[in-house]
Nanobody, 123 residues
Framework: QVQLGESGGGLVQAGGSMRLSCSVS????????MGWFRQAPGKEREFVAG????????VYSDSLKGRFALSINIAKQTTYLEMSNLEPEDTAVYYC????????????????WGSGTQVTVSS
């Protein structure tokens, strides 16, 4: 069983930056793909970014490309979502996800989900 633990959420002013972290524990796999989704109040869950375990491939939502950057530290089994130039529309609960298949992460059907961390961007 894979456990995911998010950290780094909170309150930030518009235009600011924030880094979210997601640590993997439990049973891990060398080919585990990871990523992030978010869900804003009253809206559907939205794909943010995905990354392969080696970090060789990273995919972003077209609307977020350029402001968000996803990386992975294999030794620490942790991914980092760097968010910059944040907007009030980025306010949401951000969920870390993982799956053995990268396609499952990018398509919205990953097997493993974290409990989420709240990000609030004030105007």
């Amino acid at each position: 069983q894979v456990q995911l633990g998010e950290s780094g959420g909170g309150l930030v002013q518009a235009g600011g930056s924030m880094r979210l972290s997601c640590s993997v524990s439990g049973r891990t796999y060398n080919s585990l793909a990871m990523g992030w989704f978010r869900q804003a109040p009253g809206k559907e869950r939205e794909f943010v970014a995905g990354i392969t375990w080696t970090g060789g491939t990273t995919v972003y939502s077209d609307s977020l490309k350029g402001r968000f950057a996803l990386s992975i530290n294999i030794a620490k089994q942790t991914t980092y979502l760097e968010m910059s130039n944040l907007e009030p529309e980025d306010t949401a609960v951000y969920y870390c996800v993982a799956d053995l298949q990268f396609r499952a992460v990018t398509s919205g059907s990953p097997l493993y989900w974290g409990s989420g961390t709240q990000v609030t961007v004030s105007s």
